[in-house]
């Protein structure tokens, strides 16, 4: 008789966003002329970059040529791919990778997820609350022991280590989904120091690195140093480079980094090569793109349009004296719901009277209650024609 | 203190066709002039269908638009795509699915692995030997404790169920990987009766399905009464359509398969949904093409072309007095190594003699000590030749 893993039974039923997408969905079925604008999901809007279109479209084309035909690759990603991931490691962040650190994944989403394969149950967790909900639920699936860290006001939304906590696996987010806040340099060495004394691995997700704006902020954990003996990094091309639909990210695990005498990388590699197949090699082609000077060049651009958008919306939350994290060196503004409303409670309120859909805090974590997350990742008139509306219905 | 995960101290070191490719450099290093002729891993060497390619490009071109653009798409795939398989299914099979009953993926390797999520470690696993090594590297991943279906020239390589083993999970492949042996109707019927019996699942790998010709044989296994409550089938387009390094495969999970009153298939959405973000909108585009009329009259062209191939082979053997499995319904010959060699024996001669590689039988486990895989996926010119260079050593 087959047994389920009954772990299964214990993630909580409705994801955040399906529970958005209800109120919306219902919300615009009962108001077919209000114009509703989306600061809610972390999806961005600007296309794909020139380059990248015509290298995928290129890579197609061999792919419709029995003499340029690609069959199966590296499970772990072409080299030309790699190598333009550490030339842009290099460049953007002063860190030195070698090629077999470097795994090329469908997104940072997967990586994430699958990693916990190579770890055992019987661990420790550290996930800080609030968060991007799939720490917690990858690790519930297995049956983990979970033990939170409060992000509050009071520490910037930036919970540091305390050394009575004993654990194996870290989350880290920074720039951090969704509160925005970002680590310095010398939080960042506390926890890399914390966790080589451990003995645990920080599981250090960088989606966001592209949107650091101060160059003090570190956008890589390993420009810290000890960070190879102690970290994995993910990162993605979805909010760099528009990837959302598109798919591609990669992940770095240092060859230095062991568990009683036990290599990590090679067990990365072995999961991979067993439960994976590559990235497609038309999508690798494109994501090189992004590496390239014309590829750079419109990132930076899309970038700087999603900063901007960010502006405005710190502006607006300036002007109605509420208060927030992130917007400078994030895409998201986590901010404090006015008048002590709570998260659903300023949703509905967001929805119905400004035709603005947000994310309720609590949906990260029982910390984010009483805040809100909007995102920077809307086109520049919608923006502004929210931030009009948000200030009509609050002031 | 990190715990890693300790099963996979157990897997076994040295993939196979890692140690085959290593032979093979080797070999090429020390005889730079001769032609090697790779029969070996079950890659594809014919291109994607020009109306695939097609759908890439303008579904590349969308994604570089802002007002086509197509950001976070469902993880469980595009409904473009999904009744799209349901139509081929229905013309192909005569089996109606629904929507959201089908899944696509990455490919059947990634499903075939990660399905594992949702079932305890406590469970014992069925697996026929010899066979597609994933089955086996899975569990053993899992530390689940695996009895193996000795399949054997006895049994035609196609073992049949005990009543007197119980079990969770039962891994069958037909048309099977590496023997090329197909499973009748009244086979595949005991053999869901069995899993019914037992309360257990079948995870039924049908990526060479469109390599059957014989119309008595069945395609799917939801062909057979009863598997939509003891079944979940796995399919690619990888050997359909060339996808191998495209990659795009689909699952099927009814919504009738329960264990215990639990459902398996939100069961399976829920684990996609939290470890996937879908695969890239330009690839299901391009596997929507592979299901239009242009795309399925290129894919039988394909498959008729490879099948030419397995003729020229069986041909061969028949020549040459050497008895073999497969070739008439699945792209692989399985043939006894001649004189009663060993597999690796039999590899060695071939590389060294012939100039042929091909992929030895105990490789897939150790009921395939003595027998040896020869793929028809090489092109037509290859193939005679490959057989012309057999003939002339063994005669």
Not at 161 to 167: A, F, K, L, N, S
Not at 257 to 279: A, D, I
Not at 317 to 331: A, R
Request: hydrophobic share 40%; net charge negative; aromatic share 12%.
């Amino acid at each position: 008789m087959l047994k389920i893993n009954e772990n299964y039974l214990n993630i909580k039923g409705s994801y955040l966003f399906a529970g958005i997408a209800k109120k919306v969905r219902e919300f615009s079925a009962a108001n077919p002329d209000k114009k509703l604008i989306s600061m809610g999901i972390g999806d961005v809007t600007l296309p794909l970059a020139d380059a990248v279109v015509a290298e995928i479209k290129a890579a197609a084309d061999e792919q419709g040529r029995a003499d340029t035909f690609h069959g199966y690759g590296p499970e772990q990603g072409y080299d030309f791919l790699k190598n333009a991931i550490k030339d842009y490691y290099l460049k953007n962040t002063g860190v030195e990778l070698s090629l077999n650190e470097i795994f090329v994944s469908d997104g940072a989403k997967s990586d994430v997820g699958n990693m916990l394969d190579i770890f055992s149950k019987d661990n420790v967790v550290l996930i800080p609350d609030p968060v991007y909900p799939v720490y917690v639920d990858t690790n519930v699936m297995d049956g983990r022991k979970i033990v939170y860290l409060n992000a509050n006001q009071e520490n910037g939304f930036l919970p540091m280590p305390d050394e009575t906590v004993d654990c194996g696996i870290i989350y880290l987010c920074s720039p951090n989904n969704p509160t925005g806040a970002v680590y310095s340099r010398d939080q960042l060495k506390k926890w890399v120091d914390y966790a080589n004394s451990k003995g645990a691995v920080i599981l250090f997700d960088a989606a966001y690195e592209a949107f650091i704006s101060d160059p003090l902020l570190p956008r890589s954990i390993f420009e810290i140093d000890g960070a190879r003996t102690c970290a994995i990094e993910f990162c993605s091309l979805s909010k760099t480079a528009g990837f959302t639909g598109t798919r591609c990210g990669y992940t770095i695990v240092p060859k230095a980094l062991s568990v009683g005498g036990v290599k990590l990388n090679p067990l990365w590699l072995r999961r991979q090569t067993t439960k994976f197949n590559g990235v497609s090699y038309i999508v690798q082609k494109g994501a090189s793109a992004v590496f390239s000077e014309a590829g750079i060049e419109q990132s930076r651009k899309n970038i700087e349009y999603y900063r901007n958008n960010a502006k405005i919306i710190m502006q607006t939350m300036d002007e109605l004296n509420i208060t927030y994290t992130g917007g400078k060196n994030s895409p998201y503004v986590w901010l404090k719901c006015p008048s002590n409303m709570g998260s659903w409670e300023f949703f509905d309120l967001l929805l119905e009277k400004a035709n603005v859909v947000g994310t309720p805090g609590e949906g990260f974590g029982k910390n984010g209650e009483g805040f809100f997350r909007l995102t920077s990742f809307s086109n520049y008139e919608n923006t502004l024609e929210a931030m009009e509306r948000i200030k009509n219905i609050l002031k």
